[in-house]
């Protein structure tokens, strides 16, 4: 006993304070992680804080924002388009006021969309503190010297509006330069922009910053486990987060308690049982607190560092430039990519496989960066890379021309298939395009969305005048939208086609025209791609359709080809909608030419190529459209039976001043003939070339030595004229 005693004193003592250090522990890993959230939280709120000031002072301080707001030179609906509309879509604010002298609100929007003045009313209370802070401010000659040095009047603050939580922001409406429009001071124009907390911001809480739960209350009503963070608006609270905070302690304890159980079942081997369980559970919670860690920071996916990872990386970069001389070994370039074609993998072979596809494209990102170089995932098929240390232009290029190599090589999945994508790069330099990790962001966004309006699978970095196309580029999608809810502007014009000797009408292509209502008649090349892009392909090739239908009974009795844009082969209703609509006008299938590009056929989208086999059953002819200048192969012939192949004009421009033309020409006759399928030229401009094709044995002609396109009563006049000439011929033959 006297022995027995003091070991067994000595290990209930042991136990006991060993007990204490695991639940503190836990305790502390809980605490915190708590704490760590809490700082995600505000420094989000922060930033929004500081993000919703920034995007305002873009149109605030703007001469024709003076012009256009003031009571003079009122002008609704530029202040919707450049203002309201613009607020909404790209920096996605709720709300928009704006306010006149009196702060009497001329203009709403909300969510959008413009409403009723009068709908201010309803949150002028909730705002009137701020507006007011704004019209003390200052006079207009203080603001003038507040721009000199970068700060705008405004007020930015949380609050509750209309009884949600969110980020106001009240600024004055001031000419950009000292020779611009000069409101009276203390009377300019408002803009009150909101954004709500409990929308797309507390989403990201809960996916980006895994806050499980995260939601807001006006009252601290926490539920059971549920942590509570007070939302200030100056002394006193707007509302409340709650969230369900991580709980890594207890996971801790969950696993060490069985095994610390243990220890206690003999005296004898008591001691050195517990060596090993304190070991054992030292080396749990290392692993646990790093792999959580790692979890904080990294892809589920690909393992790969995520965007809060890139964020961090990429202010240390921005941070070195500050700090060192320009352009030396600090300089970086950050890319953003985006994948090509992977939805199209994901809706015929399956999420399994573009999982697969997303591990494998950043493992191959991987083997191409340097070491200290970062690869990220954003999400979906989004990647950024950091390349640092970079000495030119070159650098930065050849890693751009090595990933799009890298993207073209086919993927192969687990179950036997094989998918080929492509990559689009933007991309930003720094110090060269700013100093700014957000500004940097954006600016390889911008570079981004111009490789994809180029046509996607390349490259584009970042230049001076890029801001202005993305403005463009939005009022283009904005009216070319209202123009199709409208069918205002929007007119279809008829190209005719004519037999080998020139001289025949043998068919017509419908052709989408846009006489915009300020820029005038927009060439097509100027807004399809804008079309495709934001996905009104679709509503475009169904006008056309709806509109050729209606006029094909005062049009010649010939084939009347419309064109299928590569987005309607990943609609599930293709059959459907073009059977509806022919059948809605009494039109007979038989009329309708369908022209697809080789593009569309490439994407092995089984149930949309079984809708073309269907619409071709039906009647329908098929048209493969600019043969010859993508993956032209027989065997698409052969497994879509198309009716007609139309010869790229890049080839017969250059008859007669190109063998390889002329033979390429040749060659596409010769194998529509053997397949039995009608070949049409495309852009036959002179006699020459008309004279080669008719005697090479094509079938039919599109250019201009016939007609460009041209209205549906000028056609008339057309068609008219031609068959006169004709009657006078024969009249003096005979």
Request: hydrophobic fraction near 45%; include cysteine; glycine fraction near 8%.
């Amino acid at each position: 006993m006297k022995i027995a005693a003091p070991i067994m004193v000595v290990t209930a003592m042991v136990l006991g304070f060993t007990a204490y250090g695991i639940v503190r522990a836990a305790r502390e890993s809980n605490d915190a992680s708590i704490a760590r959230q809490i700082r995600v939280a505000n420094h989000n709120l922060a930033h929004v804080l500081t993000e919703m000031a920034h995007e305002l002072e873009v149109v605030a301080v703007w001469d024709d924002a003076v012009t256009r707001t003031s009571a003079e030179g009122l002008d609704i609906a530029w202040i919707d388009e450049n203002l309201g509309v613009w607020l909404h879509q790209m920096f996605g604010h709720d709300r928009l006021y704006v306010l006149n002298a009196v702060n009497q609100a001329v203009y709403v929007m909300e969510d959008g969309v413009q409403t009723d003045p009068q709908r201010y009313a309803a949150v002028r209370a909730d705002l009137a503190g701020l507006v007011a802070e704004v019209r003390l401010f200052g006079s207009l000659a203080d603001h003038k010297e507040r721009k000199s040095t970068g700060r705008a009047v405004h007020a930015t603050r949380l609050t509750r509006v209309g009884g949600r939580p969110a980020v106001a922001s009240i600024m004055r409406v001031v000419p950009y330069g000292d020779d611009g429009p000069s409101p009276v001071a203390g009377e300019e124009s408002l803009l009150v922009a909101v954004r709500f907390l409990d929308g797309s911001f507390l989403e990201d809480l809960r996916t980006r910053d895994l806050m499980d739960g995260a939601r807001f209350s006006v009252v601290p009503d926490a539920r059971e486990g549920e942590r509570v963070l007070s939302l200030m608006d100056a002394e006193k609270p707007i509302g409340y987060l709650l969230w369900r905070p991580e709980a890594p302690g207890a996971q801790i304890l969950h696993r060490i308690l069985p095994l610390y159980a243990l220890t206690a079942v003999g005296v004898v081997g008591i001691m050195l049982l517990l060596v090993r369980v304190l070991w054992k559970a030292s080396g749990e919670l290392r692993a646990s607190e790093a792999h959580a860690q790692h979890l904080a920071l990294h892809d589920v996916l690909t393992g790969q560092p995520n965007r809060a990872l890139l964020a961090e990386r990429l202010e240390q970069a921005v941070a070195r430039v500050r700090r060192s001389a320009p352009r030396d070994e600090t300089r970086f370039a950050l890319l953003l990519l985006d994948l090509d074609r992977f939805k199209q993998v994901n809706d015929t072979l399956g999420h399994q496989a573009g999982d697969e596809l997303i591990r494998e494209f950043a493992a191959r990102l991987s083997a191409l960066v340097r070491r200290g170089d970062l690869v990220a995932r954003l999400g979906g098929d989004e990647f950024a890379i950091i390349q640092i240390g970079i000495r030119d232009l070159d650098d930065v290029e050849g890693l751009c021309r090595r990933i799009l190599e890298c993207a073209h090589q086919p993927f192969a999945f687990s179950r036997g298939m094989r998918a080929n994508v492509g990559v689009t790069i933007g991309v930003a330099l720094a110090p060269d395009t700013g100093i700014d990790g957000s500004d940097l962001m954006r600016k390889a966004d911008i570079a981004l969305y111009r490789a994809k309006a180029e046509g996607r699978d390349r490259y584009c970095i970042f230049a001076e005048g890029m801001d202005a196309s993305v403005l463009e580029r939005g009022r283009i999608e904005a009216e070319l939208r209202a123009a199709l809810d409208t069918g205002e502007g929007l007119l279809v014009h008829y190209q005719p086609l004519m037999s080998r000797d020139g001289r025949t009408l043998t068919g017509l292509e419908a052709l989408i025209r846009w006489d915009h209502p300020v820029l005038g008649m927009l060439p097509p090349s100027r807004f399809l791609p804008v079309a495709e892009e934001c996905g009104l392909s679709v509503r475009l090739d169904q006008w056309v359709l709806d509109q050729t239908c209606r006029a094909l009974p005062t049009l010649p009795d010939v084939p009347v080809a419309v064109n299928l844009s590569p987005a309607q082969f990943f609609t599930d209703d293709l059959y459907e909608r073009l059977m509806g609509t022919v059948t809605l006008h009494g039109v007979s299938p038989r009329r309708i030419e369908l022209e697809i590009t080789e593009r569309a056929l490439l994407d092995e989208n089984a149930a949309c190529h079984g809708a073309l086999m269907r619409l071709r059953a039906a009647g329908f002819r098929i048209a493969l459209d600019d043969f010859g200048t993508g993956y032209s192969s027989l065997s698409y012939l052969r497994r879509f039976q198309v009716d007609k192949i139309k010869i790229d004009q890049s080839f017969v421009r250059h008859l007669g001043s190109s063998d390889n033309s002329s033979s390429i020409v040749q060659a596409i006759i010769t194998m529509g003939q053997s397949m039995g399928v009608q070949v049409t030229a495309e852009g036959v401009e002179t006699s020459e070339q008309l004279e080669f094709l008719a005697r090479s044995g094509c079938n039919q002609m599109q250019g201009f030595l016939f007609a460009g396109a041209v209205p549906c009563s000028d056609l008339s006049s057309m068609q008219r004229a031609e068959e006169a000439r004709d009657h006078l011929l024969e009249t003096r033959a005979s």
